[in-house]
């Protein structure tokens, strides 16, 4: 069992490569502090996605070891890692019922109150208030009538509920427009406050409000810093 944690992460000299043999991240090391910000950048196959699969322990590493508040995530269960962080995809996940639902499936425990004081703080409450039913909404798994930015929205309100210390974030690349992406910064801003978030980032306005950016090309890290040093 993984016990309650800070968010401590680091990764200690990882390679890794898919079933098919071929290298994808060669000596991969980097020591997060609890409630820090990374922004994760580099090209198309650069490895990122891999590097934040591997910390929900999706695969297993070739070499090296990934500890979680200086715990080998191998030690502990699956399951009991995993609880302790968020994962929010590109393609934010949307099922069949209502928005208010959606929303509470970051944790079944809480009352719609609770619910609508986590998508208030996230900037979701607005554009909610604005569909036909509100809260009760219907919409499906290909969230209909749902933008890509309001879709990521209702995400980051799920995983305000679920309250975990990690937080993985693959940011959408799709256009979102400007209102939307105002909304979208303010929400994540308050999302990321005292956890340890790690975002694939594709808008300047995130990589500009991150602690650290990591550059990651040709599954190593070519760079890691902060704004000024980079
Ligand atoms: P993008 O910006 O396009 O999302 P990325 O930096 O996230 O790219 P990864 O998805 O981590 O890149 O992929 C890194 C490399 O691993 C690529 O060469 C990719 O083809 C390969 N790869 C990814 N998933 C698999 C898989 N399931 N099996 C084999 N190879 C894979
Ligand atoms: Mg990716």
């Known amino acids: 069992e993984m016990p309650p944690i800070v968010g401590d992460v680091e990764f200690r000299d990882v390679t890794f490569s898919y079933e098919d043999g071929v290298p994808i991240l060669n000596g991969v090391s980097f020591h997060?502090?609890?409630?820090?910000?990374y922004a994760i950048v580099g090209p198309t196959g650069a490895g990122k996605s891999t590097i934040i699969n591997l910390i929900s322990r999706f695969y297993n590493l070739d070499s090296g070891e990934l500890f979680i508040d200086g715990i080998d995530i191998n030690s502990?269960?699956?399951?009991?890692?995993r609880k302790q962080m968020g994962v929010m995809l590109q393609d934010s996940f949307i099922f069949s019922g209502t928005i208010?639902?959606?929303i509470r499936y970051g944790n079944m425990e809480a009352s719609n109150e609770e619910v609508v004081a986590?998508?208030?703080?996230?900037?979701?409450?607005?554009f909610i208030m604005g569909l036909e039913n509100g809260y009760d909404t219907e919409v499906n798994e290909r969230g209909s009538r749902l933008s890509a930015g309001q879709r990521q929205l209702i995400?980051?309100?799920?995983?305000?509920?679920?309250?975990?210390?990690?937080?993985?974030?693959?940011?959408?690349?799709?256009?979102?427009d400007t209102?939307?992406?105002?909304?979208?910064?303010?929400?994540?801003?308050?999302?990321?406050?005292?956890?340890?978030?790690?975002?694939?980032?594709?808008?300047?306005?995130?990589?500009?409000?991150?602690?650290?950016i990591m550059y990651v090309d040709g599954?190593?890290?070519?760079?890691?810093?902060?704004?000024?040093?980079?």
């Open 32 to 37: 997060v502090k609890p409630g820090e910000t």
């Open 118 to 126: 986590a998508a208030k703080t996230v900037c979701a409450h607005d």
């Open 100 to 102: 208010m639902d959606n």
């Open 155 to 176: 995400s980051f309100a799920r995983a305000l509920l679920a309250d975990p210390k990690i937080l993985i974030l693959d940011e959408a690349t799709s256009s979102i």
């Open 219 to 230: 599954g190593q890290i070519i760079e890691l810093g902060n704004h000024d040093e980079l």
């Open 76 to 81: 502990v269960t699956i399951k009991s890692l």
């Open 179 to 212: 209102e939307t992406e105002i909304l979208l910064q303010e929400g994540l801003a308050k999302l990321l406050a005292g956890r340890t978030s790690f975002i694939i980032a594709h808008r300047l306005s995130t990589i500009k409000n991150s602690d650290k």
